[in-house]
């Protein structure tokens, strides 16, 4: 087993050939908090840990991330959604791979010093779109035509989230019970992001 383990500067390197910013990510995830949709009570207090001692929003957050980055069609050319799971079979990790063995990996500032085993993963197809990948993507878009992204717990807590997007001053609520027609949304949004009047129009019809 070979783990490679990525540099700061690396891991840099990484989101600018993908053409986000990093810093962006990582408020993001924060205000989405901690990776509840895992229903895994380890990694949520993992989660907190690292954003308390280090500020890595990451954990928990591959799949979200890497569906974000490739609904968007962000990967660079060669590269492909890879899934690896993990020996108990009850957990995997995800990330882009290129044919040659080249690793895109938004989220590895995740693991510890020895890094990760990124061989023997499998390329693998995303599934229908997850609502907090919708957020991460949203704020991508909204990152690109200079708008704000905030993102918040409703109350009550842990039933219904809000995805509050403001373009010049009007804002747009998306609300968790319309996650089934994300996956026709963001198509649409993609398709509006270099006319400002039009984007604000769409999200007005469809938010």
């Known amino acids: 087993m070979s783990k490679t383990k990525f540099t700061e500067e690396q891991i840099n390197k990484m989101f600018e ?7 962006s990510l990582r408020q993001v995830l924060l205000k989405i908090g901690p990776p509840v949709h895992l229903k895994d009570p380890h990694i949520v207090e993992e989660w ?26 962000l990967e660079p050319d060669g590269f492909e959604v890879h899934q690896k799971k993990d020996e108990t079979g009850s ?3 995800w990330f882009f791979k290129h044919e040659n063995g080249e690793i895109i990996d938004l989220t590895a500032d995740q693991f510890d010093d020895e890094g990760y085993d990124y061989d023997n993963s499998i390329r693998k197809k995303i599934p229908n779109i997850s ?7 949203i704020k991508f878009t909204i990152d ?3 708008g704000r992204f905030v993102y918040q717990d409703a109350i009550p807590l ?50």
């Open 144 to 146: 690109r035509e200079e």
């Open 48 to 73: 907190q840990s690292k954003v308390e001692l280090n500020g890595v929003t990451t954990t928990g957050y591959c799949h979200r991330v890497t569906e974000a980055v490739h609904r968007m069609k």
């Open 131 to 137: 609502y907090d990948a919708c957020a991460i993507l």
């Open 158 to 207: 842990g039933y219904v989230r809000f995805a509050d997007i403001e373009i010049d001053g009007k804002i747009f609520v998306m609300k968790q019970e319309r996650a089934s027609e994300l996956k026709d949304i963001e198509q649409k949004i993609i398709k509006e992001l270099k006319n400002k009047d039009r984007l604000t129009k769409l999200l007005s019809e469809i938010i």
């Open 91 to 93: 957990g995997s990790h």
């Open 17 to 23: 050939r993908i053409g986000i910013s990093r810093e």
